[in-house]
Nanobody, 113 residues
Framework: VQLQASGGGLVQAGGSLRLSCAVL????????MYWFRQAPGKQREWVAS???????VYPDAVKGRFALSRDNEKNTVYLQMNSLKPEDTAVYFC????????WGQGTLVTVSS
């Protein structure tokens, strides 16, 4: 199983990015999917989750700005990030839970002020 995260980059505050997590080796339609992030010197924190049925949950820090979606045909999840803030700067990781937990390699998001 491989999770390939992409879409990170440098963006100005107020801008947008869309992260992708393409999954190989397992069908995501039977899995809960998550995004986490880890800023320098900080612990990894949960950013978004999407259940098998499509229900999404977000922490207050990103609610209303981030949107997680899934395309089961492409076996990919997308994290649309709008109104980005400098404090959103972090390495973003996708995670798949299917009995076992799998992590992607991370993609760096840098938001300049």
């Amino acid at each position: 199983v491989q999770l390939q995260a992409s879409g990170g980059g440098l963006v100005q505050a107020g801008g947008s990015l869309r992260l992708s997590c393409a999954v190989l080796g397992i069908d995501i339609s039977a899995s809960n999917m998550y995004w986490f992030r880890q800023a320098p010197g900080k612990q990894r924190e949960w950013v978004a989750s999407i259940a098998i049925g499509g229900a999404t949950v977000y922490p207050d820090a990103v609610k209303g700005r981030f949107a997680l979606s899934r395309d089961n045909e492409k076996n990919t999840v997308y994290l649309q990030m709008n109104s980005l803030k400098p404090e959103d700067t972090a390495v973003y990781f996708c995670r798949l839970d299917a009995g076992r937990i799998y992590w992607g390699q991370g993609t760096l998001v840098t938001v300049s002020s």
